[in-house]
């Protein structure tokens, strides 16, 4: 039996026993213990046969003794018992006392009181930590008083943290030291006139300096302007407790940032990374800082042999750091590729790396030297803040080190996409380097843009059916030259006029009051009424259809390019008969004809390449369009996108034209791949024709590099769709070009071929 008081049972408190009040129906209780325990003490609390919540830490004494420091809530009147207990055969020790009768507070001089360092870091971590939240105590003056007056006692003359630097938000960059030993700081709190509380973000260490102590930084809320608030960070071998200095002229963080302390390597980096998780305010604050005062490029470029090398691409997305450029080793001196991060060790990157042959510019003598391009995505660095001068070294074997940082990188979704588009020359581009280097990277890319979609607005010219049969959603982006031709095609034809909705949706918006002012005119000249969506921003083809979607009223849609011109009346009509649900038929689409009168299109196929990936395919493209098995009506693998036609509410059950596919390339077939999958077929009606002046509106985008984007797209779909165009392949039925029949009625040539003459004439008027 532990002999703790001069009977088993307490009555009063024995000079063993402290009871003090922390604030309100918060107790502090310690009781020291001089004889050695068989196992760790624990003690119970109950007041009036119930149990009080507590919680509880043991000290070791420098004297070989032990206190147990306990806090708990007693709200009701009575007693209040307190069993010691350490599993002992002897027994239990209990206290009994009133903590109504308690009206001292805690003294943080006497808790102290003989215990070791170590325990006392576990009261000051049980102290700022976990108890204030779970006995609601962070605002409680009487707990606040105390902590101050106990942190205060360890740390007798804290040295101060001063506000360098005013952020966003009402947020301030902190700047202290601490001593270089310290290894790591894990939590930082501030305890201020308003309680105390946790900050969300993460202090970062820098390196020692010649005395041997390390600069800290952290971003917090802005402190109250009187003096007297603490800043207690947690760290794994103690507390550090700083005093912050009340300033009313903090400077702004353009100040700061082309002064010398934002120089200091990867500190950038790191409020970078601050400044983008404060809000999106604070994301662009820390891009226009980057953009304002950059930092110097460096490259090392020489005429001999020794290393020399260029980092042109660094840009940063949620999925990674994406680097590129080029190096010369043509002695085998390069030991490591080495990228700094905002905090810590650089990361080794030799093995990430990407490489293939490149060629740099000739030189004053003409000469065109060859080096090693490369390329590689970092996974999370700077947890995808807009970091847009990375630093990089090569580290030779000798030792040297040859320091590369890029001009300011892009910030921006589109410019990024454009840049990964052209990290890897397409004939050097590998399915490997597509999945692990360049795909995470444009898949981020197309998730930003889909999220940072404005609403598109609207523009109506004149009014259409108020129940229209058919929507007609045509992308624009850049090229009109053919809208005259095609409004006029359209107003020609009655059925069309009278029952189809016109929608275009333009998804170049810089454009918007050219196009509205064509349209405008195109209206009061054939009197064909039509929408204009205006895109918030270019987001692609399959964002672009999918907003016209969103915004037709037809029974179906019809997706149709701006360079695809009907030869004649009732298309429309035609392809929507064979829509009819009996026929379990998802999608239609016609044969399209180049303008000299040969095959674009009688249906799309899937077939392998030598690299085993899904490419799609037209059948007899380039053929005459008279060419008997052409003009079969028949099912297909899938038609294309220039002008497919299929019911409305089928198109918003399977989620439209998927956006992952970049720019404008195989989201048809995706869309007939899902079609397919809904157990519905498609069918090519080479019944009907229309022109189909193919790619001018592509080949405008900037960002277009038709081998990459292509590739990426063909490599995405097969691994989404693999099984799956494997068994519709060996299911379609490819009869002998002698079995089949041509569809009755079909004109082997049509009555006009849109030549390029006729199409200049046409585009002119």
Known sequence: MLSLAPAPVTDGLSPQLHLSRLSGSAFLLSWTIDAPMLSRPRIALAGGEKRLASASVVLPLGDGRLRVVVVFRHGGPGEAVATLSDDNPGGDITARFDPDLVHGMADAEDLVRDATPDARRILANALVGHWPALFGLSQAAGYLGFLRQFLLVLARKPSVAAPVARLTEGKILLETTVPGRLSGVQTAYRLDAGGLSRSPGKPRLGRADRAGNRPLHLVVDEFPPQAGGLLILQADSGLIVRTVAARQDVPSLGRWWAGKASQRDGLRSWLVEQLSGISEQGRLLAIEMQRRLPLAAQVVRRNDDLPSAELDLAVTTPAGLLLGGWYRDAEGLLDEVLLHRSEGEPTPVLERLDHFPALLPAGTNGDVKRATGFAALIPGYARGAPVLQPRVELKLKSGTVLSLRPNAQPADAVAIRARALAAIPPQHLTAQMLDRTIAPVLSECQRALRESQPEPRIKSFGKGPASPAVSVVIPLYRVYDFLRVQVCAFAADRWFAEKAELIY????????????????????????????????????????????????????????????????????????????????????????????????????????????????????????????????????????????????????????????????????????????????????????????????????????????????????????WDAQIEALMAAIDKPAPQQLVPTPGLRPEPDFLLSRANLRRATAA
């Open 505 to 720: 949706v333009l998804d170049s918006p810089e454009h918007e009051g050219e196009v509205a002012h064509l349209l405008g005119g195109l209206f009061l000249a054939y009197g064909l009424p039509m929408q204009l969506v205006v895109m918030g921003r270019n987001g692609g083809f399959s964002a672009a259809c999918n907003a016209g979607a969103a915004a037709s009223r037809g029974q179906a849609l019809a997706m149709v390019n701006s360079d695809v011109i009907p030869d004649s009346e009732g298309w429309l009509p035609a392809l929507l008969q064979r829509l009819e649900p009996h026929r379990r038929t998802g999608a239609v689409g016609p044969k399209l004809l180049y303008d000299d009168g040969s095959l674009q299109h009688a249906g799309l196929f899937f077939k392998r390449d030598s690299k085993g990936t899904w490419l799609n395919h037209h059948y007899f493209k380039g053929m005459p369009s008279g060419y008997a098995p052409a003009n079969v009506e028949r099912p297909v693998p899938g038609v294309t996108g220039a002008c497919i036609v299929m019911p409305r509410a089928l198109f918003m059950e399977i989620g439209g034209f998927d956006d992952s596919y970049v720019i404008g390339d195989y989201e048809d077939s995706d869309l007939c791949l899902k079609i397919a999958r809904a157990g519905l077929g498609i069918v090519y009606v080479p019944s009907v024709q229309l022109y189909h002046l193919e790619r001018q509106s592509i080949s405008k985008s900037l960002d277009y590099t038709r081998g990459v984007a292509s590739q990426h797209n063909s490599w995405l779909q097969t691994r989404r």
